[in-house]
């Protein structure tokens, strides 16, 4: 459990080795099969995937934070391209009062929090956002779907 005003590490989490606990976003390639916590899924923290909650709300209508779900390669299209528009805003931004409405701040504190060191913030978050795009665009390689599954 994170001390009040401590910021949750940004990161994308690609080992099942540095997880604690059950509270993340799991990003399956492919549909999901009845199993959780795969080798090749990466993994979000959910404070951290709610920064960018709000684009999978626009993208796909049924997103629900606690479901599972398979998205096709044309709204994750949309996804990765809303994911860039995101970060340039992040890396242009100067203040966390520009991000409201464009990032999601799930937590009571979260804003505050991410305010408390906003520049590396907001730019440490744009490179996940990029790392997260350049995984999702491999595996669309290979796949027809990636799955979401929600808390």
């Not at 993994?43 to 606690?66: K, N």
Request: negative net charge; proline residues 2%; aromatic residues 12%.
């Amino acid at each position: 459990m994170l001390e009040e005003n401590t910021m949750e590490r940004i990161s994308l989490i690609r080992s099942l080795s540095e997880l604690d606990g059950t509270c993340y976003f799991e990003i399956l390639p492919g549909k999901y099969e009845g199993n959780c916590w795969n080798q090749n899924s990466v993994f979000i923290t959910e404070e951290i995937f709610g920064y960018f909650e709000p684009v999978f709300e626009r993208h796909e209508p049924d997103f629900d934070h606690y479901a599972f779900m398979a998205i096709g390669k044309d709204v994750w299209t949309l996804i990765i391209s809303d994911f860039s528009n995101l970060m340039q805003v992040l890396e242009q931004s100067q203040d966390v009062q520009e991000l409201e409405g464009k990032v999601g701040f799930v937590f009571r504190d979260s804003m505050c929090r991410f305010a408390s060191d906003f520049r590396s913030n907001a730019m440490t978050l744009a490179g996940v956002l990029r790392e997260l795009s350049e995984w999702l665009e491999e595996q669309l390689k290979n796949h027809d779907c990636i799955s979401v599954l929600g808390i």
